[in-house]
């Protein structure tokens, strides 16, 4: 998993707090994927970004959750909101390019939502 | 949304001898792949497969793209303790004529090593 970097590695959001996620890709990388994994489940596909651009975000909820890669600095996920149904593993993952799918995944951030 | 059927579930063995475990679907994939995933970390990229009827080895790994591109197989030879940890399959499929890189996820196998 090196080179991708997601912060923090463990949060914790009281109901109704918002979370912030970040990913910051692996060098030279400028595509972007979100997914989240409940417990003891595969991981669910939710957004993929290019630099300033979501191409694919057919697996956000459509509501409190957003994301965004700006043109510098790291790509955020946020949950407004948070509801205990929230709490799961949140993973990043960079391609250099599309066509290409066997990209590389961050460590993920587990969000607890208490 | 879809998921891709992974088996077995999970897993006990002992150490040296060799795993087997499969990822079907009900409708076609282009690309599959096969990742580790263990307690607190992402999946990591064990081999990828482009074309069916592919086969690729990864050190003691071996798997292969379906020829029916509806399936694909993930072989561990010799298993050793480190083996240990939940494998997945992932797969992609065309959309509105084209390629995506939005990965559909196995159920995964939890493979358990005695040593």
């Known amino acids: 998993n090196a080179g991708v970097m997601q912060n923090p590695r463990h949060l914790v959001r009281r109901r109704g707090q918002e979370a912030r996620l970040r990913c910051s890709p692996m060098?030279?990388?400028?595509?972007v994927y979100w997914y989240r994994q409940l417990p003891e489940e595969g991981l669910k596909f939710m957004v993929y970004?290019?630099?300033?651009?979501?191409?694919?975000e057919s697996g956000m909820p459509k509501e409190r959750f957003s994301a965004e890669f700006p043109k510098e600095g790291p790509s955020i996920l946020r949950i407004q909101q948070v509801v205990r149904g929230d709490s799961a593993a949140y993973f990043c993952?960079?391609?250099?390019?599309?066509?290409?799918?066997?990209?590389?995944f961050g460590s993920g951030t587990r969000l607890t939502v208490v | 949304g879809q998921q891709l059927n992974q088996s077995p579930q999970s897993m006990f063995i002992q150490e040296g001898e060799d795993v087997s475990m499969n990822c079907t679907s009900s409708?076609?994939?282009?690309?599959w792949l096969w990742y580790k995933q263990e307690p607190g970390e992402g999946p990591v990229l064990l081999i990828a497969?482009?074309?069916?009827?592919e086969l690729t080895s990864n050190g003691r790994l071996t798997a292969q793209f379906g020829i029916t591109r509806k399936d694909s197989f993930l072989n561990i030879s010799a298993s050793i303790p480190s083996d240990v940890g939940i494998y997945f399959c992932?797969?992609?499929?065309?959309?509105?004529?084209?390629?995506?890189?939005?990965?559909?996820f196995g159920t995964g196998t939890l493979l358990a090593v005695q040593p």
């Open positions: 993952a960079s391609s250099p390019r599309q066509g290409r799918s066997g990209y590389t």
């Open positions: 060098k030279g990388h400028s595509h």
């Open positions: 970004l290019q630099k300033e651009n979501i191409i694919d």
């Open positions: 409708s076609i994939f282009n690309t």
């Open positions: 497969l482009y074309k069916a009827g």
């Open positions: 992932a797969g992609t499929q065309l959309e509105n004529g084209g390629a995506t890189n939005k990965l559909i």
